[in-house]
């Protein structure tokens, strides 16, 4: 299959992949197109170079135009992909934003070995009624990536993503923190065996679990910055609400994490986008300290 990779990605060794799904469905426009310019310059400024992947009319591609940007960000129809939709996006020749598993899969065909992310998807609130968990707990099992992400979304069972990353042998490093970060806040009473402080640290690591060949991925944990977190006390407030609600509107599948977040936004006001935003740029920002070491 073909993937389009750009002039300024292609043979390159310190690129760190960005996803898309957060650009067509995670935040609304233009905060989305913002957080995606913000993120490769947050990578630039680190001295990597950003490879902004999606599919375009059908094609895969890495290393996405600014046009490009704008578009998946603001077109009707856009779709969210995750890895089992890439061959229906091609099939279907669709627009769309790919997932922290799609992302991760297509970034690995070319080569790329680092990838950031707000938070990555898990095993959903309710797992016993629904099946939720996320395409992104298989692709961190099967595909040798190191992800940097805020943790995994507050709007998930955090325990049991956990005890599934260990279940699917997945290796949960911490980046200067002692605990699982919460997305939009940074402070958890989820405790983290192994702690890294510096991208030089973390890149050292990379290279010996690679040598290991496990082909699994590995989660680094990168809290938001504590002045944009907000309390976990408020998202709880509003959770238990906002799930009854999607149940009643009989929200399934993959519109699942687009309508909590957008729900969770509509309710606790723009702070939220703001500190999604600081997290996904603080996220864009260690992954490429951490690529210019490889
Ligand atoms: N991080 C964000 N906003 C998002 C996502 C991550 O800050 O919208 C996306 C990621 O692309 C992730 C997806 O892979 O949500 C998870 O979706 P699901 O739970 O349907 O697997
Ligand atoms: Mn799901």
């Known amino acids: 299959m073909h993937i389009y990779i750009s002039e300024e990605v292609i043979g390159k060794s310190h690129v760190v992949a960005l996803e898309t799904a957060v650009l067509t469905h995670g935040l609304p426009y233009p905060k989305n197109v913002e ?34 940007i704008e578009m998946l960000g603001t077109v009707d129809g856009r779709q969210k992909v995750s890895i089992r939709d890439i061959p229906l996006a091609v099939y279907g020749k669709w627009n769309a934003g ?11 065909k070319a080569g790329i070995e ?17 099946w939720d968990i996320s395409a992104d707990m298989y692709a961190l099992a099967t595909i040798p990536i190191m992800v940097v992400s805020s943790g995994a979304k ?6 049991k993503t956990l005890e599934y990353l260990e279940t699917l042998g997945v290796p949960v490093l911490g980046y200067q923190t002692n605990v699982f970060p919460a997305f939009y806040t940074g402070k958890t009473l989820l405790q983290l065996r192994h702690r890294f402080e510096t991208p030089n640290q973390v890149a050292a690591y990379w290279r010996v679990h690679k040598g290991v ?27 238990e609400s906002v799930l009854d609600e999607m149940e009643q509107k009989g929200v399934t599948g ?21 500190a999604n935003i600081a ?6 920002r260690v992954a490429g300290a951490i690529a210019r070491f490889l």
């Open 35 to 68: 957080a995606v310019v913000k993120m490769e310059k947050a990578v630039r400024e680190s001295g990597a170079i950003p490879a902004t992947i999606g599919i375009v009319n059908g094609i895969i591609k890495i290393g996405l135009t600014l046009d490009e």
């Open 98 to 108: 790919t997932t922290v598993s799609a992302t991760m899969w297509i970034a690995h």
């Open 114 to 130: 680092v990838f950031a992310t707000g938070g990555i998807g898990g095993v959903h609130r309710h797992v016993e009624k629904t």
């Open 154 to 159: 507050s709007i998930l069972d955090l325990p």
């Open 213 to 239: 060949n496990l082909d699994k991925g590995v989660l680094l944990a990168n809290p938001i910055p504590e002045d944009k977190a907000i309390p976990q006390s408020e998202m709880e407030n509003i959770m």
């Open 254 to 274: 993959k519109d699942v994490t687009p309508f909590l977040l957008s729900r969770i936004a509509d309710i606790l006001g723009e702070k939220v986008v703001e």
């Open 279 to 284: 997290l996904l740029v603080n996220n864009a």
